[in-house]
């Protein structure tokens, strides 16, 4: 019997069960937790699985081969995740030279005029002698490339003002 003769011959409920096993796996994917949804997927899976199946010889051979689906699609991702495409976007390559800046550091840039390194809406980075920083204004938009000034920090939050050139 081939997968669609399965599909044509599930019940509606069976189906639905599949779906929202489905559905559940995704969420777990994207979605920090404790397994919860995954669990719960992987239970509607073999429920719709059993539901489906016209014995339990051939459920239990349905769920094995899911398992080892599942296993070989595991494998494959964490491979990619490890050497391949999603390594690139997954794991930091360079060294971090970046020191955070502390609250020590940011009450001495009080009154200190610097430039923006990215678009400030309302939060961003700038650039005060050489330190990148973490900024935020007002409430106003700064363009990349703009002159600001701190006007206040407090702890490690620095706020700036646009300066007029």
């Not at 599930?10 to 397994?35: K, N, Q």
């Not at 010889?57 to 899911?66: D, E, R, Y």
């Not at 390194?117 to 490339?145: N, Q």
Request: hydrophobic share 50%; glycine share 12%; proline share 2%.
């Amino acid at each position: 019997m081939g997968l669609l003769d399965a599909l044509a011959n599930m019940s509606t409920l069976a189906l639905v069960i599949f779906v929202v096993g489905i559905v559940c796996l995704v969420i777990e994917m994207f979605s920090p937790g404790f397994g919860v949804s995954g669990g719960t997927g992987l239970l509607l899976l073999f429920i719709g699985i059993v539901m489906t199946a016209q014995n339990l010889t051939q459920g239990l051979i349905m769920t094995a081969i899911l398992l080892v689906l599942a296993a070989f699609l595991a494998a494959l991702l964490f491979r990619s995740a490890t050497k391949g495409r999603l390594s690139r976007t997954l794991v930091l390559r360079g060294d971090v030279t970046e020191h955070p800046v502390t609250a020590a550091v940011t009450s001495l840039l009080q009154g200190q005029t610097g430039k923006t390194v990215t678009d400030l809406h309302p939060s961003g980075h700038a650039d005060f002698d050489g330190k990148r920083v973490d900024v935020v204004t007002r409430g106003e938009y700064i363009g990349k490339g703009n002159r600001v000034r701190v006007v206040q920090t407090d702890g490690n939050r620095v706020v700036v003002a646009g300066v007029q050139e």
